[in-house]
């Protein structure tokens, strides 16, 4: 099984800024089958990156996503108010699908 | 448009059985598979497995094998998971979303459906 580690934990910014999150997986994800998504509470999760780096019909382009084998990244270029929220990768090359653990953006 | 309608909130005592549908609808069903997805309280997202409705395939996480049944009814558009010998731990928000195998991503989710396990 892929374990996925989201770092950091919680990412304290203010709107306007930059947002870089990180996940690293315990082994080589294969053919970048690395998946991202946004949640807010009460709601289900939303995809945004597929892929590892193709957004989903919809997504903004302030949303980006990076990376190949075991470290990926998503960066939100310029923070909005709608994007305060927890994000989780999740890859989707080898049984079991797993998810990492999230980071939460909040508001500084 | 695409949209995946879960069945309501559920109460369970342990040792008993819980059985939640999801409605397909804006797509072809038998065109994309199914997953599941679950989530305690206050935690993270948790894969607990894909059917095809093409096919009836299914692939389980391990820790629920033998617990866990997925199914699907094509004559509804509804897929099915059945989790059997319920325990505090299962207690979650539980998901069905489109896509979700390997290979294959998760696009549309359902609302999700509460079970509590409580005696």
């Known amino acids: 099984e892929i374990v996925l580690t989201q770092s950091p934990g919680t990412l304290s910014l203010s709107p306007g800024e930059r947002a870089t999150l990180s996940c690293r997986a315990s082994?080589?994800?294969?053919?970048?089958?690395l998946a991202w998504y946004q949640q807010k509470p009460g709601q289900a999760p939303r995809l945004l990156i597929y892929?590892?780096?193709s957004r989903a019909t919809g997504i903004p382009d302030r949303f980006s996503g990076s990376g190949s084998g075991t470290d990926f990244t998503l960066t939100i270029s310029r923070l909005e108010p709608e994007d305060f929220a927890v994000y989780y990768c999740?890859?989707?090359?080898?049984?079991?699908?797993?998810f990492g653990g999230g980071t939460k953006v909040e508001i500084q | 448009q695409v949209q995946l309608a879960q069945s309501g909130a559920e109460v369970k005592k342990p040792g008993a059985s819980v059985k939640v549908s999801c409605k397909a609808s804006?797509?072809?069903?038998?065109?994309?598979?199914i997953s599941w997805v679950r989530q305690a309280p206050g935690q993270g997202l948790e894969w607990m497995g894909w059917?095809?409705?093409?096919?009836?395939?299914?692939n389980y996480a391990q820790k629920l094998q033998g617990r866990v049944t997925m199914t699907t009814d094509t004559s509804t558009s509804t897929a099915y998971m059945e989790l059997r010998s319920l325990r505090s731990d299962d207690t979650a928000v539980y998901y069905c979303?489109?896509?979700?195998?390997?290979?294959?991503?998760?696009?549309?989710w359902g609302q999700g459906t509460l079970v509590t396990v409580s005696s």
């Open positions: 082994q080589s994800v294969s053919s970048s089958y």
């Open positions: 999740q890859q989707y090359g080898s049984s079991p699908l797993t």
């Open positions: 059917i095809s409705p093409y096919n009836g395939n299914t």
């Open positions: 892929g590892a780096s």
């Open positions: 979303a489109r896509g979700g195998a390997v290979a294959g991503t998760s696009d549309y």
């Open positions: 804006g797509y072809t069903f038998t065109s994309y598979g």
